[in-house]
């Protein structure tokens, strides 16, 4: 039988995309497919709810397998521990964090605002002189802690809290900045502007229509409106960063900053 939807793997774990017509039973077999196909699964939950709060957590619910929801997943030469059911992690932007990685270049520092498992600050560490890593999910912190020391990185910061309160009042600036929070970044925009170094690469993510062209120009114009007086934009380019669902995607925009003289 041919699967008729998705599903991600993290690890051992699988998360299955449910259908609205999908019966408890249609899931199970669904479920026990996956397991038969893929002999490294070894647990299955299914979505059953959008990811909320401030946490930025999944609502799931087990289907098959073990129930344990902590899983080791590697993605670019580098292994995670990931708990599906307390962080937020997508293995559909592996792609788009090896391109924003492949940009770093060494003597950078690097601020991720919202750092979660640290998919982006663990391997950009390995390029860059410093990185900074702040979320305001104290179980995401956690499992970065032991990211650092399984990936045997010296050259990460890290503190749980709030981006907003936190990014500007660090003591240093920042030549690359990560804002991985699509439902609204828009908020945080001023505080990261804060943090930039005279010469700035700003990766802002946001949930959009990446086939509206006008609601791209509308986001580049509040974005431009953002950044005030004291930085020069010199160029906002855009990437498509994966659907997230019919007609919506993560698109990352790319806003260089030069401070004004």
């Known amino acids: 039988m041919r699967l008729?939807?998705?599903?991600?793997?993290?690890?051992?774990?699988?998360?299955?995309?449910?259908?609205?017509?999908?019966?408890?039973?249609?899931?199970?077999?669904?479920?026990?497919?996956?397991?038969?196909?893929?002999?490294?699964?070894?647990?299955?939950?299914?979505?059953?709810?959008?990811?909320?709060?401030?946490?930025?957590?999944?609502?799931?619910r087990w289907v098959a397998g073990s129930r344990k929801s902590l899983t080791l997943h590697r993605e670019n030469g580098f292994m995670f521990y990931v708990d599906v059911r307390k962080v937020f992690f997508s293995p559909r932007m592996?792609?788009?964090?090896?391109?924003?990685?492949?940009?770093?270049?060494?003597?950078?520092?690097?601020?991720?605002?919202?750092?979660?498992?640290?998919?982006?600050?663990?391997?950009?560490?390995?390029?860059?002189?410093?990185?900074?890593?702040i979320d305001i999910n104290k179980e995401a912190i956690a499992l970065l802690k032991k990211n650092i020391k399984l990936n045997k990185i010296t050259n990460i910061d890290f503190k749980q809290g709030d981006s907003n309160k936190l990014a500007g009042k660090l003591g240093m600036k920042f030549d690359r900045i990560i804002m991985n929070?699509?439902?609204?970044?828009?908020?945080?925009?001023?505080?990261?502007?804060?943090?930039?170094?005279?010469?700035?690469?700003?990766?802002?993510?946001?949930?959009?229509?990446?086939?509206?062209?006008?609601?791209?120009?509308?986001?580049?114009?509040?974005?431009?409106?953002i950044i005030g007086k004291d930085f020069t934009v010199t160029g906002i380019n855009t990437f498509r960063a994966g659907e997230t669902a019919p007609f919506v995607n993560r698109m990352c925009f790319q806003i260089r900053l030069r401070k004004n003289q």
């Open 181 to 225: 929070f699509p439902s609204n970044p828009t908020r945080f925009l001023e505080s990261a502007v804060k943090a930039a170094a005279d010469r700035c690469v700003v990766y802002y993510y946001k949930f959009i229509n990446a086939s509206d062209r006008t609601a791209i120009k509308d986001e580049n114009s509040k974005i431009r409106g």
């Open 4 to 60: 008729d939807r998705g599903f991600d793997v993290i690890g051992s774990v699988a998360i299955i995309k449910p259908k609205p017509d999908d019966s408890p039973g249609k899931t199970r077999a669904i479920a026990a497919q996956i397991m038969r196909e893929n002999k490294h699964i070894a647990s299955i939950f299914i979505k059953s709810g959008k990811v909320e709060g401030e946490d930025r957590t999944m609502k799931l």
């Open 94 to 133: 592996g792609t788009e964090r090896l391109r924003v990685i492949n940009q770093v270049k060494p003597g950078d520092r690097v601020l991720d605002m919202f750092c979660g498992v640290g998919p982006f600050a663990i391997p950009i560490a390995k390029k860059a002189s410093y990185v900074y890593a």
